[in-house]
T-cell receptor, first 111, second 116 residues
Framework: EPEVTQTPSHQVTQMGQEVILRCVPI?????FYWYRQILGQKVEFLVS????????KSEIFDDQFSVERPDGSNFTLKIRSTKLEDSAMYFC?????????FGPGTRLTVL | GENVEQHPSTLSVQEGDSAVIKCTYS??????FPWYKQELGKRPQLIID?????GEKKDQRIAVTLNKTAKHFSLHITETQPEDSAVYFC????FGDGGSQGNLIFGKGTKLSVKP
């Protein structure tokens, strides 16, 4: 069964550094999402992406965040200047005409 | 915007008993309600979903009910087993045409423990 994949599984960075989280959605899906989950808390929506542009974004997704689909398979989330409070698990998801499938997540730790 | 409340935050049951988790939502335009199971350190996995044109859906030991008037939906797990132990999240999709393409707003989760 096809799965969403994410790399790296764990990223440690210094505050103020840029990070890029990578995702490979399921190949025939058209809708892509990023969510984050702070340890022990609920999953929070960040951004959705369709037809090579952002379709929705939350208040969390401020100017420090950006997304890109640089080629036909990858979907990336960039955090330009990380803050301590960006430490969380970041999940990529993709969907076709049915359910959203989540990737295994990238745990981001900002020191 | 949409807000989803979920109760209880923790639930402990004996193996074989039933478990019920309840969620309420605020946006009457929401039309898709999935439930995800998340085991420790793993990705959320969809276990069942319901659309607003349906009142109840069942899949083996799992069922979901939706009351659009009251804006609440519930997850029912019967004959619970230790492997059902996990965190369960409800979610609502605020708007759209009935598919699952929009963003999901999640509840805070219910940690279910099934004791053998």
């Amino acid at each position: 069964e096809p799965e969403v994949t994410q790399t790296p599984s764990h990223q440690v960075t210094q505050m103020g550094q840029e990070v890029i989280l990578r995702c490979v959605p399921i190949s025939n899906h058209l809708y892509f999402y990023w969510y984050r989950q702070i340890l022990g808390q609920k999953v929070e929506f960040l951004v959705s992406f369709y037809n090579n542009e952002i379709s929705e974004k939350s208040e969390i997704f401020d100017d420090q965040f950006s997304v890109e689909r640089p080629d036909g398979s990858n979907f990336t989330l960039k955090i330009r200047s990380t803050k301590l409070e960006d430490s969380a698990m970041y999940f990529c998801a993709s969907s076709g005409l049915s359910e959203q499938f989540f990737g295994p997540g990238t745990r981001l730790t900002v020191l | 915007g949409e807000n989803v409340e979920q109760h209880p935050s923790t639930l402990s049951v004996q193996e074989g008993d039933s478990a019920v988790i309840k969620c309420t939502y605020s946006d009457s335009a929401s039309n898709y309600f999935p439930w995800y199971k998340q085991e420790l350190g793993k990705r959320p996995q969809l276990i069942i979903d319901i659309r607003s044109n349906v009142g109840e859906k069942k899949d083996q030991r799992i069922a979901v009910t939706l009351n659009k008037t009251a804006k609440h939906f519930s997850l029912h797990i019967t004959e619970t087993q230790p492997e059902d132990s996990a965190v369960y999240f409800c979610a609502a999709r605020p708007f759209g045409d009935g598919g699952s393409q929009g963003n999901l707003i999640f509840g805070k989760g219910t940690k279910l423990s099934v004791k053998p």
